[in-house]
């Protein structure tokens, strides 16, 4: 759930800089690309963080390598952030990003079906994390597709 009050807070943090005066971020798609990113680089920092050993775990088995994959997907994830705020790199990187989110699901099917938990805590289940990745999906995509001032 913190990925996505990180999204919607930077979100409406971001576009209130633009209110107050801050041109560039006087837009929403503009907003949306550095909330996304906000959102990615804090997804990222569980990659090395308490976390990993739990997101390893959440690794399907028939995946060989997981702690790997989890540190490959952390660093996808700080590139993919990096490329949303770079005009010429935003739709490569929502592209990267949003394969990146359709690539990672089967973890989080795994991790409903097995009952796994994060923080103590299990892990949302299956339909509602399902909604959360569409979300995400969207959100990806709008902000990189979505030419500057197509929401004004």
Do not use: C
């Not at 009952?115 to 339909?127: F, H, I, N, Y």
């Amino acid at each position: 759930m913190a990925p996505l009050i990180g999204l919607i807070v930077s979100l409406l943090g971001f576009r209130l800089i633009g209110w107050l005066g801050w041109e560039y971020m006087n837009d929403w798609i503009i907003s949306l690309r550095f909330a996304v990113a906000f959102m990615f680089l804090l997804t990222a920092s569980a990659h090395w963080g308490k976390r990993r050993a739990q997101l390893v775990a959440m690794v399907p088995p028939r995946f060989a390598q997981p702690g790997a994959l989890v540190t490959l997907t952390g660093w996808l994830e700080i590139a993919g952030a990096v490329g949303m705020m770079i005009p010429i790199m935003a739709e490569a990187a929502s592209t990267g990003l949003a394969l990146m989110l359709l690539a990672m699901f089967p973890a989080n099917v795994y991790a409903a079906n097995n009952r796994l938990t994060l923080d103590g805590r299990a892990v949302m289940p299956l339909v509602p994390r399902t909604v959360l990745q569409v979300i995400f999906l969207a959100a990806v995509l709008a902000a990189g597709w979505f030419p500057p001032g197509a929401w004004a």
